[in-house]
DNA sequence: AAGACACTCAACCGCCTAGGC
DNA sequence: TGCCTAGGCGGTTGAGTGTCT
């Protein structure tokens, strides 16, 4: 036995909205506000739609400073880290843009950057294959994971799915973008600085601003020290962590049980790599190579996210380095 | 020029949830 | 406590448009 539809489908108009019906229904709202009930709303107006017709009708095209395209690379790259850490939530993501529709990011996700991401990692494969190549012997290639090994990652259910795992499903692709660490825009210039400073860096335990944490956080948040050993990984607090209602300490990529027993091991992924290593971050001499992918560093330059709150306000963290991962290349 | 194919995005569908009764 | 309903949300569809051959 099928849900009682919200209307009668017989009696109501389908498909792409008039000029007119647009002029009626914003006329309307401006005038008399939704009233609270979209379902009667229709019939007030004297419009054949059906009530979420007209909600969504309003909320995605007509309510006043909507945007539409144009998507910046900071919105690029603050999609695809709060993709990260609470999947496919576009109406938590959006509203972390402003302007920006859940139904647009959706969108934007599903046709341009998803692609993106895997235009670039095919590309970064084929680099990896070429200086593979060229290296043979000397296994450039290889990375070592020394003092301690990278946390298993334990990623959060995806809500609704129901599909078989894919080579497109939200979890695959989430699992993509933790492997290539972050942005994965064009810009190759972009080299990133660890977010301590080397003066830090002797203090072992060592209190940081708001500003370090917020950006620290959403680096861990975006698992940056899992596959960037170039940046100093957090030792996550235990206590929950909010984000829009969402913790992401709970729902994004911790170490199983709190322990780093266990070698990063990026599942569902594998066909995409010949190989099973993990991205190597670091050449010999210190410095980045392409294949190391940053976006926190663009994030932080934006301040995000601006509601980032634990649930007593942000007050410190400790950067355990004994919990550090630092990766070298021979 | 035209048909095939690819892409975009507005809109719909159906499920889940919260709140009222 | 359980039912009902509207609102909200994510997944999917399909018409329109662009690009390729």
Not at 135 to 162: C, D, E, F, G
Not at 299 to 328: C, Q, R, W
Request: charged share 25%.
């Amino acid at each position: 036995m099928g849900r009682a539809p919200c209307c009668d489908k017989a009696k109501v108009k389908k498909g792409p909205w008039s000029p007119e019906e647009d002029a009626s229904l914003k006329s309307y709202i401006h005038q008399n506000g939704t009233g609270g009930n979209w379902i009667t709303l229709p019939q007030k107006i004297g419009l054949k739609r059906c009530g979420k017709s007209c909600r969504l009708r309003w909320l995605n095209y007509l309510r006043p400073n909507i945007k539409h395209g144009g998507f910046s690379e900071e919105e690029d790259n603050i999609i695809c880290s709060l993709y990260i850490s609470i999947g496919s939530r576009w109406s938590i993501i959006a509203a972390q843009l402003p302007g920006r529709t859940d139904n647009d990011v959706k969108n934007y996700w599903n046709t341009r950057l998803k692609k993106k991401l895997l235009g670039k990692q095919r590309r970064e494969k084929q680099e990896r294959r070429n200086s593979s190549a060229s290296a043979n012997n000397k296994n450039y290639n290889n990375i070592l994971i020394t003092q301690n090994p990278l946390p298993q990652m334990v990623l959060p259910p995806i809500p609704y799915s129901n599909q078989e795992p894919r080579f497109n499903d939200h979890s695959s692709i989430r699992k993509l973008l933790i492997k290539l660490g972050g942005k994965f825009s064009n810009l190759q210039n972009d080299v990133t600085k660890p977010l301590i400073h080397e003066e830090e860096e002797e203090d072992p335990i060592k209190e940081i601003s708001n500003s370090d944490i917020h950006q620290q956080m959403f680096y861990t948040q975006s698992n940056i020290d899992l596959v960037c050993p170039n940046f100093y990984p957090l030792h996550l607090p235990n206590e929950p962590h909010f984000m829009n209602g969402v913790d992401i300490t709970t729902s994004t990529l911790q170490g199983q049980n709190g322990n780093y027993e266990n070698p990063l091991k990026l599942q569902g992924l594998e066909f995409l790599y010949e190989d099973d290593h993990i991205l190597n971050c670091t050449t010999s001499n210190g410095t980045y190579n392409n294949n190391c992918i940053d976006w926190g560093h663009e994030m932080n330059s934006l301040g995000f996210p601006s509601n980032y709150n634990n649930s007593e306000g942000v007050e410190e963290v400790a950067i355990d380095h004994d919990k550090m991962t630092t990766g070298y290349i021979y």
